[in-house]
C-alpha cells in the first residue's frame, strides 16, 4: 500500500520489526503471510491474529494460536466481500491488552529462546538527528506516562513558539503544536513532571564543549551561545510562570489558546504534574537528551557539528543499559546542581529565582 517505489519485502520485514502492533489476518490463507507471522513470533512482537471463521483449509497449523473469528459475506465482482461482520469489542480489548504486554522478552512464551532482532528493538541508532521525523519524537513523547525530561546547551530552537511540529493526540485526530505548548499540555492536562535542564552561563565546561570548528573561526560564536542561554532562560521562566497560575489563559502567548478550545479541561490542581527547569552549573551533560520514563533519544556533542542535527541520534527503550547509564548520568548531573533550580511548579510548589 505504500506508494513510493522501493524494496517492499525489507519494508514488510522493517515494519515487523519495528512497528508498535501486528495485525496478521488468516482470510485469504496467503503462504507468504505465515512466513511473516513467523517471524513476528521469532521477534517476539505484539501481534493479534484474525481469520474468517468459514476458513478450512490452512497452509499451517496454528490453531493452537489464540485468533478472533470474524464472517465477511458473499464476494462481489472483484472476488473480494466488503461486508464484514467484525467483533469490534472483542477486538477493541485485543488491541489495549496486548498493547500494555508490549514486547515479549522471549520467544515463543520459551525462555531459552531469546527475541530475534532483540538488540536492535531496544536501541536503535539514526546517522543523523535529523533523520528521525517529528512525528516519530512526538509518539515517543505522548508515550510517557509519568516523566520527560530535556537536557541541551540552550535548547533555543525548541522554545520557539512558530514550531508547530510536536503532536498531541485529540480522539481520533492529532493536533500540532509547539513544545512550549506541547510541554504544558503534559503538565497540566496529563499530570506528567518535566524538567528542562539547560546549560549555566558560568559553568566552566561550557568552554570545552563550544571548542569545535565554528567557535575556532568566528571568536563570537561564545558569546552568541551565551545569549542564547540567556534567552532561553527567559522563555523558560516565562513556561513556568504559565504553568504555577495554573490557568491555561495565561499560556496565550504561546498560542495554547487554539489547543484549550479543542480539549479537556484541565486535571484538578492536585493531580496536576510538576515542571522544574534547572540550570547546570556543575558538570554537563556529554548528550543532549530526551528522556521519558519509557525512552531515551540522545545525541553526543560533536565538536565538529556546532548544532547536534548534523550528528548521530541514538534511541533507547528503559530496560537497556544505554537507557540506565543516560537516566544516572542526568540524576547525578541533577542533584549536584540542586542549588541552580531556577523554577519548580506544581500542586503545592511554586519558586522561581533569577
Given at each position: 500500500m505504500q506508494a513510493e517505489a522501493r524494496d517492499i519485502w525489507r519494508a514488510v520485514l522493517k515494519s515487523i520489526l519495528s512497528d508498535q502492533l501486528i495485525f496478521v489476518v488468516l482470510t485469504y490463507d496467503r503462504p507468504n503471510v505465515y512466513y511473516e507471522l513467523g517471524i513476528a513470533h521469532s521477534a517476539a512482537r505484539p501481534v493479534i491474529i484474525l481469520k474468517d471463521s468459514r476458513l478450512q483449509r490452512r497452509e499451517f497449523d496454528t490453531y493452537h494460536l489464540q485468533t478472533i473469528s470474524y464472517s465477511l459475506g458473499e464476494a462481489g465482482a472483484g472476488g473480494q466481500s466488503t461486508d464484514v461482520n467484525l467483533p469490534v469489542e472483542e477486538l477493541a480489548n485485543a488491541i489495549v491488552?496486548?498493547?500494555?504486554?508490549?514486547?515479549?522478552?522471549?520467544?515463543?512464551?520459551?525462555?531459552?529462546?531469546?527475541?530475534?532482532?532483540?538488540?536492535n528493538a531496544r536501541l536503535t541508532v539514526f546517522n543523523k538527528f535529523l533523520d528521525l521525523k517529528y512525528p516519530d519524537w512526538s509518539r515517543l513523547l505522548n508515550q510517557a506516562e509519568k516523566s520527560i525530561d530535556f537536557v541541551g546547551t540552550t535548547l533555543l530552537d525548541l522554545s520557539k513558539v512558530d514550531n508547530d511540529h510536536f503532536l498531541l493526540p485529540d480522539g481520533n485526530k492529532t493536533i500540532k503544536v509547539s513544545l512550549v505548548d506541547f510541554i504544558s499540555f503534559k503538565v497540566l492536562f496529563a499530570g506528567l513532571d518535566v524538567t528542562v535542564c539547560i546549560c549555566h552561563e558560568d559553568n566552566p565546561s561550557l568552554e570545552s564543549t563550544l571548542k569545535g570548528s565554528r567557535a575556532g573561526v568566528d571568536p563570537r560564536f561564545h558569546d552568541q551561545v551565551k545569549e542564547e542561554i540567556d534567552w532561553s532562560t527567559r522563555r523558560w521562566m516565562a513556561v513556568a510562570e504559565a504553568i504555577d497560575r495554573h490557568d491555561t489563559s495565561m499560556l496565550r502567548e504561546f498560542s495554547f489558546a487554539r489547543l484549550r478550545e479543542q480539549v479537556a479541561e484541565p486535571l484538578p490542581q492536585e493531580r496536576r504534574g510538576t515542571f522544574r527547569f534547572v540550570k547546570l552549573r556543575h558538570g554537563q551533560v556529554k548528550f543532549r537528551m530526551t528522556l521519558t520514563d519509557q525512552h531515551v533519544l540522545a545525541t553526543p556533542v560533536l565538536y565538529r557539528h556546532g548544532r547536534n542535527s548534523g550528528g548521530p541520534a541514538i534511541r533507547a527503550r528503559a530496560d537497556h543499559a544505554f537507557y540506565q547509564a543516560m537516566r544516572g548520568e542526568l540524576d547525578h548531573l541533577l542533584e549536584v546542581n540542586q542549588d541552580h533550580v531556577m523554577a519548580v511548579v506544581g500542586p503545592g510548589l511554586s519558586r522561581r529565582s533569577g
Amino acid at each position: 500500500m505504500q506508494a513510493e517505489a522501493r524494496d517492499i519485502w525489507r519494508a514488510v520485514l522493517k515494519s515487523i520489526l519495528s512497528d508498535q502492533l501486528i495485525f496478521v489476518v488468516l482470510t485469504y490463507d496467503r503462504p507468504n503471510v505465515y512466513y511473516e507471522l513467523g517471524i513476528a513470533h521469532s521477534a517476539a512482537r505484539p501481534v493479534i491474529i484474525l481469520k474468517d471463521s468459514r476458513l478450512q483449509r490452512r497452509e499451517f497449523d496454528t490453531y493452537h494460536l489464540q485468533t478472533i473469528s470474524y464472517s465477511l459475506g458473499e464476494a462481489g465482482a472483484g472476488g473480494q466481500s466488503t461486508d464484514v461482520n467484525l467483533p469490534v469489542e472483542e477486538l477493541a480489548n485485543a488491541i489495549v491488552e496486548t498493547y500494555r504486554k508490549g514486547e515479549g522478552d522471549v520467544a515463543f512464551d520459551t525462555p531459552v529462546y531469546d527475541p530475534l532482532n532483540k538488540q536492535n528493538a531496544r536501541l536503535t541508532v539514526f546517522n543523523k538527528f535529523l533523520d528521525l521525523k517529528y512525528p516519530d519524537w512526538s509518539r515517543l513523547l505522548n508515550q510517557a506516562e509519568k516523566s520527560i525530561d530535556f537536557v541541551g546547551t540552550t535548547l533555543l530552537d525548541l522554545s520557539k513558539v512558530d514550531n508547530d511540529h510536536f503532536l498531541l493526540p485529540d480522539g481520533n485526530k492529532t493536533i500540532k503544536v509547539s513544545l512550549v505548548d506541547f510541554i504544558s499540555f503534559k503538565v497540566l492536562f496529563a499530570g506528567l513532571d518535566v524538567t528542562v535542564c539547560i546549560c549555566h552561563e558560568d559553568n566552566p565546561s561550557l568552554e570545552s564543549t563550544l571548542k569545535g570548528s565554528r567557535a575556532g573561526v568566528d571568536p563570537r560564536f561564545h558569546d552568541q551561545v551565551k545569549e542564547e542561554i540567556d534567552w532561553s532562560t527567559r522563555r523558560w521562566m516565562a513556561v513556568a510562570e504559565a504553568i504555577d497560575r495554573h490557568d491555561t489563559s495565561m499560556l496565550r502567548e504561546f498560542s495554547f489558546a487554539r489547543l484549550r478550545e479543542q480539549v479537556a479541561e484541565p486535571l484538578p490542581q492536585e493531580r496536576r504534574g510538576t515542571f522544574r527547569f534547572v540550570k547546570l552549573r556543575h558538570g554537563q551533560v556529554k548528550f543532549r537528551m530526551t528522556l521519558t520514563d519509557q525512552h531515551v533519544l540522545a545525541t553526543p556533542v560533536l565538536y565538529r557539528h556546532g548544532r547536534n542535527s548534523g550528528g548521530p541520534a541514538i534511541r533507547a527503550r528503559a530496560d537497556h543499559a544505554f537507557y540506565q547509564a543516560m537516566r544516572g548520568e542526568l540524576d547525578h548531573l541533577l542533584e549536584v546542581n540542586q542549588d541552580h533550580v531556577m523554577a519548580v511548579v506544581g500542586p503545592g510548589l511554586s519558586r522561581r529565582s533569577g
